[in-house]
Every structure is written in structure tokens, then in C-alpha cells.
């Protein structure tokens, strides 16, 4: 089989704590990562040229710093046939908007170019080598819910009810590396004890965030009228949960204009890891 159509999933951190600052620079995160039924869409081929190309919503990214190449580049070491790779990209969700769509895409084409390519890499492999690539990468690879610890490596799965959610992009980009080098961010959230709840636990950045970026805090106060609302990552996306889309949906009808937004049902597995199940069955 020479092509292969996967989802990148979003994923949302349920909530982000921030425990120390590595001598690395990197922080030391508890988060709980979950992810959602609604991403990019990529589709790869393999080609008789022997040469990599990414076309349709590239946006402005440069070919050499888009993580698809650079996710293509790292499997080349490991590659059995002589064929090269043509990615479609549908994007679907905002760049730098704390939902992971970068991650994602490097992760769901890792996952894809190991089986064309028959690298016959194992996942914890793969999450080695996505973990160069972006600190998100190995739970996107793993493709299960799951608590996260240390940047993101230590991965402990965990079951969560279905819920909907309505994720809401205030139209700011965020940079990831201003919040943690920010002087104000706390650090020093102590670690969480086995008996976590959701409602004991807050994102770290969001305080921050709301300064820094006045839009993510307009965002969060619209969303609370709705019912708890929380920012993603380092933002700038914030959302609310429900138990039906049609609560979901009624939040999205009423969105300002200013903003985009979707709504998705939150998934312990990942719909790339599924469809790539049902690919290998095929
Ligand atoms: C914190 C999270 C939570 O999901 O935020 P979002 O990016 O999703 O909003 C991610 O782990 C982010 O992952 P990612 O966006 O891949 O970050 P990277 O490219 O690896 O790092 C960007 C920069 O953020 C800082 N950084 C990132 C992760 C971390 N645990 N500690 C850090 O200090 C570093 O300064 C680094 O140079
Ligand atoms: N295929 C890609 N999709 C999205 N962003 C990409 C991609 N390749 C490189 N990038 C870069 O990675 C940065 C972070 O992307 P993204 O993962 O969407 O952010 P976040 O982790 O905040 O959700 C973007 O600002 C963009 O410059």
C-alpha cells in the first residue's frame, strides 16, 4: 500500500503544573493531556522521484522548518525503500494556539512514514526521536490519555469519561518560549499525590497569560458563563466541557465574531493511532 490518510488530533492539557526549572532552562510539568476527535488531516504518498514534498495549508513555514519535514528527515536513517514522500496537510487547528497542532503533525507523520518507508521502528522509538522535535511529541506518538511528567517523557495513562468540549481561539498567538522564560511564571507547584483531582489543579501559565495576552483573559471570562473555562498549554486556546455536543454547540453558536472555535468530543485514544490500526488490518 503506497498511501495512507491519518488525523493529527488536537489535544487539550486538562491542567498544567509547574514544578521546577531544569538547569536546562526546560520545566519540570505534571499535566494531564487528552485528546480530541477533530485535528489536521494529512495524507502521504510515496513517490518514485525519491524526494520529500508537503503541499496544501503550509501557511508560510519555510519546507526546512516544518515539523512534517523534520519528522520525515529523522526517519531517513532508518528508511528500507528507495521511494520519497508527498504530504497533503488539511489544517484544521490554529498554530500556536496550545492544542498541539504542530506536535501532532510530527507525530502523526512519524507514525505514517515508519510503516510506508517499513522502518519497522517501535513506538517507544519513534517518541525518542519525536521527543527532539517538540516536548508534545511523545504523547501524540503514545496516543493514549495520559498524566505527563518531566517535559512531557514520562507518560502514565489514564481512563476519562467522555466529555464534550467547545475550544475557543482568542486570535492571539502565544509563544511558548516568552511564557516559561517570563520572570513571573510560578515554578514551584509541588507534585501532585495519587489522589489528583481535576478541580484541585489550575493551569500555571494562565495567570501570566491573561496579563501578557489581554484577549485569552476576554476569552476565559466570556467562556465562564458558560461553565468552568481553562486555557490550553501555553495558550492562547481556552475551553469549557459538557457532557453533550448540543451544550457544546450552543456555546459555539454564540461566539463572538472575533474569535474561532470548535467543538469535539474528547477520545482516550487517539483517532490517529485508530485509523492507523485499521489501515494495517486493511
Ligand atoms: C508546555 C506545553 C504543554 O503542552 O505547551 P504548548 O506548546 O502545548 O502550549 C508543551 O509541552 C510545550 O511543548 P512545545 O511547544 O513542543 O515546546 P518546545 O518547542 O519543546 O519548547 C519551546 C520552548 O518552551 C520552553 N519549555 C518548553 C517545555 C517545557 N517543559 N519547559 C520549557 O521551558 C523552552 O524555553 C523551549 O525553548
Ligand atoms: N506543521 C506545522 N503545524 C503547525 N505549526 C508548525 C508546523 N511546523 C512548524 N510549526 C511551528 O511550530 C509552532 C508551534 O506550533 P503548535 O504545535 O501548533 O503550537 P502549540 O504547541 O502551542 O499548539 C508554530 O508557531 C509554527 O511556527
Redesign the pocket.
Known sequence: MTTLTLMAPA?L?LF?HINA?RAD?????E?L?TFLEFGDELTFRLNEQDCINIIGDTADIPLEDNLIYKAIRALQPYKQIQKGISVTLTKNLPMGG?V?G??SDAATTLLAINQLWQCNLSNQKLAQIGLKL????PVFINGKTALAQG??ENLMPVTLEKRWFCVVFPNVH?S??KV??HPDLPRDTKKLTTDWKLSNTRNDCETLVKKLYPEVEKTLGWLLKYGPSRM????ACCFVEFDSAAAAQRVLSSLPSCWQGFIAPSSNISVAHMQLDNWLKM
Open positions: 489535544k492539557n498544567l526549572k532552562g526546560y520545566h519540570e510539568l499535566t493531556f496550545g498541539g504542530g506536535s517538540g516536548a508534545d511529541v517535559v512531557g502565544v511558548t518560549k516559561f522564560t490550553t498549554g501555553t495558550g
